[in-house]
């Protein structure tokens, strides 16, 4: 008798989880009685779905419970209670309706099934006879669920029931199962037998044998494993039989290590997985997964109740499986023209079928006793087609095409899940920074819908406002747009002033006198001595009395030069004889200066706001008027004032007032002069360079001459009779601006 080896969860064989999917989509099934209307109807879930009924069917080897409800299945999760041993599936989102509490089954594999409402899910309790540990499986489609129960306890190697259809029990030593093992540390290819049988191991290159003389198998397992799309040793599994008896190839990777052991009615042949190798990538885990994603569709028919059980690999790949249930139908094609086919198929289906424009090209296809659905899904699947269905209607599109539309579908959705969203009212707090939240509410209110509102917390400095989130997201950008740093600027000018003078004096003196004995002195007239008095006419009785020492100079010429002590300088010349005296004195002076005076104000400010630094002397005058004396001031500073805006590609323009007053010459009065330097202007600098703003040059050239009238005119002997006076200077100003934006990190957010 053919024996199937179970395992527990995480463990079960590919051969019998490919059993128990065909065991819950199989149509020939025998239809044990629905559960009956209950007593009083249980309370709805918030979702509005209810159980309509719920049908157990068996085969031969399970027993099927297929729960159908009004609504689509949403969220299932299934596990399995131990001592007693319970399976249970809770269905979320779907109440328990009018379907009775407890159904009395009575298969070899279930004992009862219970229902119970438990909040917004509905629990299946499933017993088993003599709280056996059966292995079970859940599977959705739509509105229905199919828990599936049977195959064997779970941990044990058990005999079927009865023997599939068509297979005749051995008669000796028998191969009755062939699995594949995937574990987290190793894979195993797991040979079953009816018992000990003896076996041989025979090693080739890159594969192992294992040969049991005399033994026999069920044609059913005499089938290849592909196990190469997986990331395991394993690559291929090879059963036969041949003259010996039974031969089971296996086939790995180059390089892979391998064991072989035996127990009691099993050969196990152990690869060691590599480290870091992906576990638990062969067997499917089918148990808690949402009804979504599991699709309906199959890649192949279901072999009906009773035939041998169908062993093969068993992945992620199940959850696509799809029970076809259309009129079976025969087709014959060659080169047949896609809308002919898609014709019949309406026909048969007794559907409206449409294509669109772009459905087009021929098509080839033989199909004996298959459902028309089947034959629909694989000439599409051809030709790279798909199609909805609406009603009786059935419209055929590309893929493509549909793909675009479920998108679209997709992005409306999302489109009117965030209008919506938009239109929920909120209230938010929006932390003013750098501004003023009083002097930004003017700006808000524009966009706030007529039942929004704006407050202002001056103490903390933020905006309250209330209103649909849309607007508020609007507000919200409004003000991080305008609460920005405001950029400062260092503006630092500077106030020159050079002078420089000259000044040359040529001046000469001469004067003499001529006497005669016994005459009176002839000499010049008017004449200062060095005393300042004038000195008359003299009478001497004789040239003796003529001498250096009483006679004071007396000059012809006067017009020396402003020479004195510490400044210029003269030569004098004199001729002295008994009746004649002749003096001369030349005097010469020359003086040159150079000044240079440097200012140098600076005053820092935000952008667009005005700054302004002096520093000076306040002069105090008195003023009289008929209340009496009044003390006044005049100011005499210097000072800098500038208003600068920064442009958006990093210059600066300023309004600018340099000016450098000093206190000049006071008047007969009292009142004080001032001697002023200004300029205003408005310039652009880009940052950091420096600009003139202003520069006076003041120039003055001055000749001075004083002369003896006519005198002087006469060539060379005219130097003696003038003095010559000339002077210079040259006095500049110049005011020099730089502009410097102030880099400033950002301070840390505030929190609320």
């Given amino acids: 008798m053919m024996r199937n080896r179970l395992r527990p969860k995480g463990r079960y064989s590919w051969r019998y989880q490919a059993w128990l999917a065909a065991a819950a989509l199989v149509s020939a099934m025998v239809v044990v009685p629905t559960l009956v209307q209950a007593d009083a109807e249980a309370p709805p879930a918030a979702s509005g779905v209810k159980v309509e009924e719920v049908v157990v069917s068996k085969t031969p080897y399970y027993t099927n419970i297929e729960a159908t409800v009004s609504g689509k299945i949403e969220n299932y999760n299934s596990f399995k209670l131990n001592d007693p041993f319970r399976i249970v599936v809770d269905i979320w989102g779907v109440a328990q309706g009018a379907v009775a509490s407890e159904l009395p089954v009575g298969t070899p594999q279930v004992k009862s099934v219970k229902l119970s409402q438990q909040g917004d899910k509905l629990r299946m309790l499933v017993e088993t006879p003599d709280d056996a540990p059966f292995p079970f499986l859940v599977t959705t489609e739509g509105n229905r669920l199919v828990l599936s129960v049977g195959g064997g306890q779970e941990g044990k190697v058990t005999s079927l029931d009865r023997p599939a259809a068509g297979m005749e029990p051995s008669k000796g030593n028998t191969v009755v199962g062939i699995d594949l093992e995937d574990l987290p540390d190793m894979s195993n290819v797991i040979i079953t037998t009816s018992g000990a049988v003896p076996h041989e191991v025979v090693e080739g290159k890159d594969s192992v044998t294992l040969v049991f003389p005399g033994a026999s198998t069920d044609k059913g397992l005499l089938r290849e494993m592909d196990a190469r799309k997986f990331d395991i040793p394993i690559r291929r599994v090879v059963p036969a039989a041949g003259k010996k008896g039974i031969e089971v190839a296996v086939a790995f990777a180059p390089g892979s290590l391998y064991s072989v052991k035996e127990n009691d009615n099993a050969v196990v042949v152990s690869f060691p997985k590599a480290a870091g190798a992906e576990k638990g990538a062969v067997v499917a885990e089918l148990r808690g997964r949402k009804a979504s994603s599991m699709p309906a569709y199959a890649e192949k028919e279901m072999e009906p109740a009773g035939s041998a059980p169908m062993w093969g690999f068993v992945t992620h790949e199940v959850e696509s ?8 139908i025969s087709l014959d094609f060659k080169d047949a023209d896609l809308a002919n086919v898609f014709r019949i198929l309406a026909e048969v289906s007794n559907l409206n079928i449409i294509t669109t424009d772009d459905v087009k090209g021929r098509v080839s296809v033989r199909l004996i006793n298959v459902p028309w659905d089947q034959a629909l899904d694989i000439v599409l699947k051809s030709k790279a087609l798909g199609a909805t269905h609406e009603g009786n209607i059935l419209r055929i599109a590309p893929l493509s095409s549909l793909r675009a539309e479920d998108k679209a579908r997709l992005d409306s959705k999302k489109e009117v899940e965030k209008l919506k969203a938009s239109l929920e009212g909120v209230i938010e707090t929006i932390p003013v920074n750098y501004s003023k939240a009083s002097d930004l509410k003017g700006k808000i209110t524009d966009l706030l819908s007529e039942g929004g509102k704006v407050q202002v917390d001056d103490r903390t400095n933020v905006i309250i406002i209330r209103d649909l989130r849309k607007n508020v997201e609007d507000v ?8 920005s740093a405001t950029p400062q600027v260092l503006i630092e ?3 020159v002033e050079v002078d420089t003078s000259f000044t040359r004096e040529l001046g000469v003196q001469w004067g003499g006198s001529y006497k005669s004995e016994g005459s009176t002195q002839f000499g010049a007239t008017g004449i200062q001595d060095t005393s300042g008095a004038y000195i008359p006419g003299q009478t ?5 009395d003529f001498t250096a020492s009483t006679v004071p100079p007396n000059y012809a010429v006067n017009l020396p030069a402003a020479v004195g002590l510490g400044s210029g300088g003269g030569i004098a010349f004199g001729i002295l004889s008994d009746s004649v005296r002749l003096d001369l004195s030349l005097s010469a002076l020359e003086a040159s200066g150079k000044g240079k005076v440097v200012s140098s104000p600076r005053v820092v400010t935000i952008d667009n706001k005005e700054a302004m630094i002096e520093q000076g002397t306040q002069i105090p ?14 100011d005499a500073t210097l000072s800098l004032k500038v208003t600068p805006h920064i442009t958006p590609e990093g210059s600066v323009i300023m309004k600018l007032e340099a000016k450098n007053d000093s206190p000049g010459e006071t008047g007969a009065s009292g009142q004080p002069a001032i001697n002023k330097k200004k300029a205003t202007t408005e310039v652009l600098v880009r940052d950091g360079e420096t600009a003139v703003i202003g520069g006076i040059l003041q120039v003055t050239r001055k000749e001075d001459q004083q002369a003896v009238p006519w005198l002087s ?7 003696f009779f003038k003095h010559d006076t000339t002077q210079s200077s040259n006095r500049e100003l110049l005011i020099f601006v730089t502009p410097k934006i102030l880099k400033t990190e950002p301070a840390q957010a505030r929190i609320y």
Avoid: E
Avoid at 322 to 328: C, N
């Fill in 621 to 634: 005058y008195s003023t009289v008027s008929a209340s009496g004396t009044n003390v006044q001031f005049v």
């Fill in 713 to 719: 005119k006469i060539p060379i002997l005219g130097f």
């Fill in 540 to 544: 001497l009785t004789n040239s003796k």
């Fill in 476 to 483: 919200k950008a409004l003000v991080a747009k305008l609460d």
């Fill in 493 to 495: 000018a500077r106030i």
């Fill in 321 to 328: 499986h799809k029970k076809y249930v259309g009129q079976r």
